[in-house]
């Protein structure tokens, strides 16, 4: 990509409240309507993407391309304008667009490409138009046929209402494709054989169809339309299967605890002369750690930075789900949500600094500098060196995903100037508004020896189950989301994304206190950590069904799309991990803070 289509992306990325913008273009009767080329990339791995004219396809002699926002940068768009001359509902019949003439070097670049089931994306007013370069055909087994052809002849299918686009497609309906032999082919119709090289001729067509349909609701057509598979089908029943479920579940819970919570204090609540150290004679259980419980733990630093990275996040996801049923993340929209997600993390930032500092400085942390950099670094650190490895495989198999050099300044310097000065200011405010810690019991300063645990209070136990059970209540529309992000999906189900989203932090929250009691009922007052990892290990979960995705759900194959997918899906499995680790926390230590208060001690 040259220097000027980098500046004026790097520009526009600036500009990123335009991503929010949704108004009609209105035409005028013969007005010219820009189609744009975009890219190309096999048809089984979504994010392994080329620039169009990297094929030798017609191209103008000087190519210019559209000033693009960060969103679709980050999509891996590159759009440059065509040789497509399409006028506002005038009709086109068989127009020629260019002729070439192609080396063997190229036939062959061709025939790989078609081989692979390489597709193409153009745009047109905002329109993704798909359409798959060529034809291949196998058929027979004894003997074996293998056809490849070139599809050299485009029909535009444009449906309008009023001034405005609806909806457009293209289609290779009653044309037959130009086979490519081995060695650059014979002649056939509009090809031309001479000294091992091939001349073809590119032709099109333009059609123009009135549509009912208003402008306001074009993106149900585009959601209507089918050129890569439809694999998000609702299914109501697994969904109301899994609500069911996750009710009775926290149902179950909460009962049982309940009424042995209400059973413990019977028992432990009865009048004692004695101040709070005499209430642990004779007594077992939880009342009897009372004066550990409350122990600050190892780690502090490290622990508040989850804490406080989990909150991000959390902030963030609820964000992005209020922001799409609000409609801003239509089908039109492209790379709308990377936009968003970007900005929001940027700004949430101050989240993380004042959550976490706030937390250290009440359990008597003293280097909240450090506290600081570790929150801002926890995450970004491992998306950067992810990124890195992604990037530089896309460069070096120049995929458009390779990011420009302003778009990377352009999201560093967001982290530089945004993000890590509102985690320092979050941090400081956090640190002088932080109260002292609200512990109902003082803590002794020789820690109570823990008894010996029985193998299913064990942390790995916990971790299994503290992470299977959010897991499933979330696996039916998981597989909406992979099929969205990894694929070619619209998600429209924002709706039930959210009651998901509310099941699964309430399910954390649940398991995460019931474990926490079974934990302090064994005697065994390490609850600190042992809160945060229970459902933390969601994120473990979350990986092992990503490689099940990938490797049972989906066609995707090459060290492109490998490398992205499951870098990325670690990083998947991380934000969950600290999200519902800082949520399982946070439910703990209210629930602890519970318990102790409401026993009868001086």
């Known amino acids: 990509m040259n220097c000027g289509c980098q500046r004026t992306m790097g520009l526009h990325c600036v500009l990123i409240l335009c991503l929010f913008s949704g108004w009609a273009v209105g035409y005028k009767q013969g007005e010219n309507v820009t189609l744009y080329v975009n890219k190309v990339g096999p048809y089984h791995n979504p994010q392994e993407t080329y620039h169009y004219y990297t094929l030798p396809v017609c191209r103008p002699e000087k190519v210019?391309?559209?000033?693009?926002?960060?969103?679709?940068?980050?999509?891996?768009?590159?759009?440059?304008?065509?040789?497509?001359?399409?006028?506002?509902?005038?009709?086109?019949?068989?127009?020629?667009l260019c002729k070439l003439t192609l080396s063997e070097k190229q036939v062959d670049e061709l025939r790989e490409a078609i081989e692979e089931l390489f597709y193409f994306e153009f745009?047109?007013?905002?329109?993704?138009?798909?359409?798959?370069?060529?034809?291949?055909?196998?058929?027979?087994?004894?003997?074996?046929?293998?056809?490849?052809?070139?599809?050299?002849?485009?029909?535009f299918n444009i449906e309008y209402n009023g001034d405005?686009?609806?909806?457009?497609?293209?289609?290779?309906?009653?044309?037959?494709?130009?086979?490519?032999?081995?060695?650059?082919?014979?002649?056939?119709?509009?090809v031309g054989v001479g000294g091992g090289s091939l001349t073809v001729t590119h032709t099109y067509s333009v059609r123009w169809f009135e549509s009912p349909l208003p402008h306001a609701r074009r993106a149900e057509r585009l959601r209507d339309y089918s050129f890569f598979p439809k694999t998000l089908e609702i299914h109501w029943l697994s969904i109301i299967n899994s609500l069911?479920?996750?009710?009775?579940?926290?149902?179950?819970?909460?009962?049982?605890?309940?009424?042995?919570?209400?059973?413990?204090?019977?028992?432990?609540?009865?009048?004692?002369?004695?101040?709070?150290?005499?209430?642990?004679?004779?007594?077992?259980?939880?009342?009897?750690?009372?004066?550990?419980?409350?122990?600050?733990p190892p780690y502090k630093s490290l622990l508040c930075a989850v804490l406080g990275v989990g909150a991000q996040f959390l902030t963030l996801a609820t964000g992005i789900i209020f922001m799409a049923l609000l409609g801003m993340f239509n089908v039109h929209r492209h790379g709308a949500i990377n936009s968003a997600a970007i900005v929001l993390y940027a700004l949430t930032s101050c989240v993380s600094g004042y959550v976490s500092c706030s937390f250290y400085t009440q359990i008597?942390?003293?280097?909240?500098?450090?506290?600081?950099?570790?929150?801002?670094?926890?995450?970004?650190?491992?998306?950067?060196?992810?990124?890195?490895?992604?990037?530089?495989?896309?460069?070096?198999?120049?995929?458009?995903?390779?990011?420009?050099?302003?778009?990377?300044?352009?999201?560093?310097?967001?982290?530089?100037?945004?993000?890590?000065?509102?985690?320092?200011?979050?941090?400081?405010?956090?640190?002088?508004?932080?109260?002292?810690?609200?512990?109902?019991?003082?803590?002794?300063?020789i820690a109570r020896q823990i008894p010996t645990q029985p193998w299913y209070k064990h942390t790995a136990v916990h971790m299994a189950i503290g992470g299977f059970l959010p897991f499933s209540a979330i696996s039916v529309e998981l597989y909406y989301i992979f099929a969205t992000v990894w694929g070619r999906e619209h998600y429209t189900l924002y709706?039930?994304?959210?009651?998901?989203?509310?099941?699964?932090?309430?399910?954390?929250?649940?398991?995460?206190?019931?474990?926490?009691?079974?934990?302090?009922?064994?005697?065994?007052?390490?609850?600190?950590?042992?809160?945060?990892?229970?459902?933390?290990?969601?994120?473990?979960?979350?990986?092992?069904?990503?490689?099940?995705?990938?490797?049972?759900?989906?066609?995707?194959?090459?060290?492109?799309?490998?490398?992205?997918?499951?870098?990325?899906?670690l990083l998947t499995a991380m934000v969950f991990s600290l999200m519902l680790g800082s949520v399982s926390f946070w439910a703990s230590l209210a629930f602890i803070r519970y318990i102790y208060r409401s026993l009868k001690m001086d």
């Open 164 to 190: 405005s686009v609806i909806f457009a497609n293209v289609s290779v309906k009653d044309v037959k494709p130009v086979p490519l032999e081995e060695g650059a082919g014979a002649a056939v119709g509009v």
């Open 64 to 96: 210019h391309h559209k000033s693009l926002s960060l969103g679709e940068v980050l999509d891996g768009d590159r759009m440059a304008e065509s040789l497509y001359y399409i006028r506002f509902r005038e009709n086109v019949e068989k127009k020629t």
């Open 244 to 296: 069911v479920l996750v009710v009775l579940l926290l149902g179950f819970v909460i009962i049982i605890l309940m009424r042995v919570l209400k059973n413990d204090f019977a028992r432990y609540n009865v009048e004692e002369e004695g101040g709070c150290d005499d209430l642990d004679q004779g007594d077992n259980g939880w009342k009897i750690i009372h004066t550990d419980v409350f122990r600050f």
């Open 364 to 445: 008597n942390g003293q280097r909240w500098v450090w506290n600081i950099i570790l929150t801002s670094s926890l995450f970004s650190a491992p998306l950067f060196l992810t990124w890195s490895v992604v990037n530089s495989i896309h460069w070096w198999s120049g995929s458009t995903q390779a990011l420009p050099a302003t778009t990377v300044l352009l999201i560093l310097g967001a982290w530089v100037l945004v993000g890590f000065p509102l985690t320092v200011i979050g941090g400081i405010v956090g640190k002088n508004r932080a109260g002292s810690f609200q512990a109902p019991c003082r803590t002794r300063n």
């Open 123 to 155: 745009v047109l007013d905002d329109i993704p138009i798909w359409g798959f370069v060529g034809y291949i055909e196998e058929s027979g087994f004894l003997p074996h046929s293998h056809k490849v052809g070139l599809w050299t002849h485009l029909d």
């Open 495 to 569: 709706g039930i994304l959210l009651c998901v989203f509310a099941i699964l932090l309430s399910v954390g929250a649940c398991i995460s206190v019931a474990l926490t009691y079974f934990l302090l009922s064994g005697e065994d007052h390490r609850w600190w950590w042992r809160s945060v990892l229970s459902t933390g290990s969601t994120g473990l979960f979350i990986f092992v069904y990503s490689v099940f995705y990938y490797r049972n759900r989906s066609s995707m194959s090459g060290l492109v799309q490998s490398t992205e997918f499951f870098g990325y899906s």
